[in-house]
């Protein structure tokens, strides 16, 4: 073996020890997988199988080995629902809460989480821990409390939409100060980029409360205030829905509804003239109704965008870079409408309350910066590796520059098995058995005079789940 030889193997050598060294301290993102692909692409059979409606072979192709064990948690959870494992769902959202619970405890960085920012820094950001965005802290307690709801646990279904509202809160307030934060640290390691260049290009997403706040979450909530009687927790809660979905006509409906049983005599004023005949009052006593959620579709999977970057180094040499970024496509093109609802053979009117892919699209665009700044940094410190060793080894050169292409891979991590959109309908019908058709799925159930029933559909493709849960007197 010759010296060139030689030192391209020590090299490969070398490379090969740092990557099974980092993988011994157990961080669960050290995958080939995460070298040399991306999430999105891992799990492409999945959430094609999640569109079409087969929910059995979503759960079996679902590669979640790298995702760690909060997304890992998320996925099971979301697809063992879907499959009317009820207690399975709940098990794995309750070790994905566990383990939310074990990250945002740690007040310092532990030798595996160093390891793993070391690791991103050489290779890329898929071997970092996995932080889930706050809409998707939002979903997880959402869809624990509607598992207590099925199993008519309303006091712990409650107490999830509490800690939900929780995240809500917090969701709510824009990070501007990390933006600022995260240009100065590229200042202070003499990297100059022009991320304006980029953001200038890169696709765009709604900003408007509705793409950070979730009115599904807080309409839920009003609802199970309002079947327990409490009706002050339930306007609260529907207002707040209202806010994220002015025009939704249930949600109209539910605030008035509780404005006039607490009297409200201001708000109403304000409430009516905003509204004027919109307001559906309930005259006949002896009807009874009916109140759909319907989660359509599959939200949107991230894709890989490239992107050049110019970059001025530290010895004001100017170099052109290219990102793989993370981005959303063809946001308003897609509103994975699926089959009309009928209710007692008759097409029954549905508002959106909740765009998942606007919300996802908009976590994206926070975290873009922070994104963009990881990446340039990890460019340039792969660029002096690549000029030192070409000092002495050309060959050896390239095939860093190889290695650094390959490994250069966008974070496309997000929870892929929600809905793409949640709507709500609601229906004054006469008491008795009522009939619901989605497609070829057909559902029976039984409603009593003066009551409220509250259907749950879930609907992909010519997959649904449906369920109903009888909520107390009109």
Not at 9 to 15: A, G, K, S, V, Y
Not at 145 to 166: Q, S
Not at 303 to 328: E, M
Not at 449 to 468: A, K
Request: aromatic residues 8%; hydrophobic residues 40%.
């Amino acid at each position: 073996m010759n010296k060139e030889h030689l030192f391209i193997f020590r090299l490969i050598h070398r490379i090969f020890i740092v990557v099974f060294s980092l993988s011994l301290f157990g961080c669960s993102s050290f995958t080939a997988g995460n070298f040399f692909s991306h999430y999105s692409a891992q799990n492409e059979e999945m959430h094609q199988s999640l569109v079409r409606g087969d929910y059995s072979d979503a759960q079996s192709s679902l590669d979640a080995d790298g995702a760690g064990p909060i997304l890992s948690n998320l996925e099971k959870g979301r697809l063992a629902l879907l499959n009317k494992e009820t207690d399975e769902s709940q098990r794995f959202f309750e070790q994905g809460d566990n383990a939310l619970k074990e990250q945002q405890q740690k007040a310092v960085i532990s030798l595996s989480e160093e390891a793993g920012s070391l690791a991103a820094l050489s290779v890329n950001d898929n071997l970092t821990s996995y932080v889930p965005a706050d809409y998707e802290v939002g979903f997880l307690h959402l869809y624990m409390a509607l598992n207590y709801l099925d199993k008519n646990n309303f006091n712990d279904a409650l107490v999830e939409l509490r800690r939900a509202n929780i995240v809500q809160k917090k969701a709510k307030d824009i990070r501007e100060e990390s933006l600022k934060n995260e240009q100065e640290t590229l200042s202070e390691n003499g990297v100059s980029p022009s991320i304006g260049s980029v953001l200038a290009n890169y696709p765009g997403s709604s900003n408007t409360l509705s793409a950070i706040q979730n009115g599904y979450l807080f309409f839920l909530s009003g609802l199970i205030y309002e079947a327990t009687r409490n009706v002050n927790d339930a306007y609260i809660d529907y207002n707040r829905a209202l806010a994220v979905a002015p025009d939704n006509q249930v949600v109209i409906d539910a605030v008035i509804r509780c404005a006039e049983q607490l009297d409200m005599k201001d708000d109403l004023v304000l409430l009516r003239k905003k509204y004027k005949n919109r307001f559906t009052h309930i005259k006949n006593s002896h009807k009874a109704r009916v109140i759909i959620i319907r989660e359509q579709g599959v939200v949107k999977a991230m894709k890989s965008w490239k992107q050049s970057l110019p970059i001025i180094d530290s010895r004001s040499h100017s170099v052109i870079y290219s990102l793989a970024l993370p981005y959303y496509d063809n946001l308003g093109n897609d509103h994975n409408s699926g089959y009309p609802v009928t209710l007692n053979s008759k097409v029954i009117d549905e508002n959106v309350i909740t765009d998942v892919n606007h919300m996802a699209a908009y976590a994206l665009r926070e975290r873009i910066v922070s994104t963009i700044v990881r990446q340039v940094m990890r460019l340039v410190i792969k660029d002096q590796v690549r000029r030192e060793l070409a000092k002495d080894n050309e060959l050896a050169s390239i095939m860093v520059s190889v290695w650094n292409t390959f490994t250069e891979q966008p974070d496309t991590r997000s929870w892929l098995s929600l809905p793409g959109m949640v709507t709500t309908a609601e229906k004054m019908v006469s008491p008795g058995e009522q009939h619901i058709q989605i497609g070829t799925r057909s559902y029976d159930f039984n409603v009593q005079e003066g009551r409220t029933v509250l259907v749950w559909v879930s609907q992909q493709g010519s997959g649904t789940v449906i369920w109903h849960k009888k909520l107390g007197r009109l």
